[in-house]
């Protein structure tokens, strides 16, 4: 299972550690952010990026871009941080739209719904926020968690979003945007259970979620019950993300490791080291690659059908 002996494809320009990334709805472009203030856009195929720099320093150590997410139409990125604020791009004209403010703490997550007219972002602050894209406004705060919101995703059918909760939470909330209501999933660990990645399948009957107790659930939506629980890291697995086909989940932890596994047998199929911590994983939107983010400053793409055939 463990196996270095696989190729990627280097992406370098980040003169800091690479927290967050994510592909664009057609796979052409990644984005991701670094603890030095910075996001970078890549054409990644072509060899090519832009850089989007407009966050600021929140204190010493506050320069982190914590997480972004390309519209569906692929019309603007947004990006959150410490600073407390999200803030909008536009990838025409590789300049700021607008900053959204109204958190009181640092920006840990955003997500775009599929509609591409609202974003959500969750905080330090314990809040979930719902965004207008058009007006900037604060359509809702979402209040459940008891600590800090540490994840957020909507579902690719737009009818639920997703947000974990840190270490005194331990908890995921699924909350119907449309009928106002929500559901709690509990179930990771009494000690280290912050939750820090949530996924969903692509038939929107499963959610997955990433802690910091080691383990991935995998949770039925509709019962709100967990389906199974994976576990071959040895520290917190900071980054999740499930397939298209809903057969693979890739992992990212503090171990070091890039995991993939296989989400119907439950168990991991290849192990592939790198250098440092690994903060973020992602799959391409055809399922064909799987990118992470690192430590020490590199964004890497693999091939998934080569992940595959060396787990054979």
Request: proline fraction near 2%; charge should be neutral.
């Amino acid at each position: 299972m463990f196996n270095p002996l696989v190729s990627f494809k280097s992406l370098e320009g980040h003169e800091g550690e690479v927290k967050c990334l994510t592909f664009s709805q057609d796979g052409k472009l990644l984005a991701s952010g670094d603890n030095e203030l910075t996001v970078i856009v890549w054409d990644w195929q072509k060899n090519q990026k832009f850089i989007l720099q407009g966050h600021e320093k929140a204190g010493w150590w506050d320069k982190g871009v914590n997480s972004v997410a390309f519209s569906p139409c692929q019309g603007f990125l947004v990006s959150g941080g410490d600073d407390q604020t999200a803030r909008i791009w536009s990838l025409e004209t590789k300049k700021l739209i607008s900053t959204l403010t109204g958190h009181q703490d640092k920006v840990t997550a955003v997500a775009v719904h599929p509609d591409g007219e609202i974003i959500a972002s969750g905080s330090e602050d314990k809040t979930v926020k719902i965004w207008s894209v058009k007006t900037g406004d604060i359509l809702a705060t979402l209040q459940g968690h008891s600590d800090k919101v540490l994840t957020v995703k909507f579902s690719q059918n737009g009818q639920l979003l997703a947000s974990g909760g840190g270490e005194n939470d331990k908890t995921v909330i699924i909350w119907n945007l449309g009928e106002k209501s929500s559901i709690t999933l509990k179930g990771h660990s009494d000690w280290f259970g912050g939750i820090l990645s949530v996924d969903f399948g692509s038939n929107n009957k499963f959610l997955a979620s990433g802690s910091k107790d080691k383990t991935i659930k995998i949770w039925d939506i509709k019962r709100g019950t967990e389906v199974k629980t994976l576990s071959e890291h040895s520290v917190h697995i900071n980054s999740i993300s499930v397939s298209p086909n809903n057969q693979l989940l890739a992992s990212g932890s503090d171990d070091k490791s890039l995991k993939l596994w296989d989400l119907k047998a439950g168990k991991a199929i290849i192990s592939i080291p790198h250098p440092q911590k690994i903060y973020s994983v992602c799959f391409s939107p055809d399922g064909n690659y799987i990118v992470t983010a690192c430590q020490d400053k590199i964004v890497r793409v693999y091939a998934t059908s080569e992940l595959q055939s060396l787990a054979s």
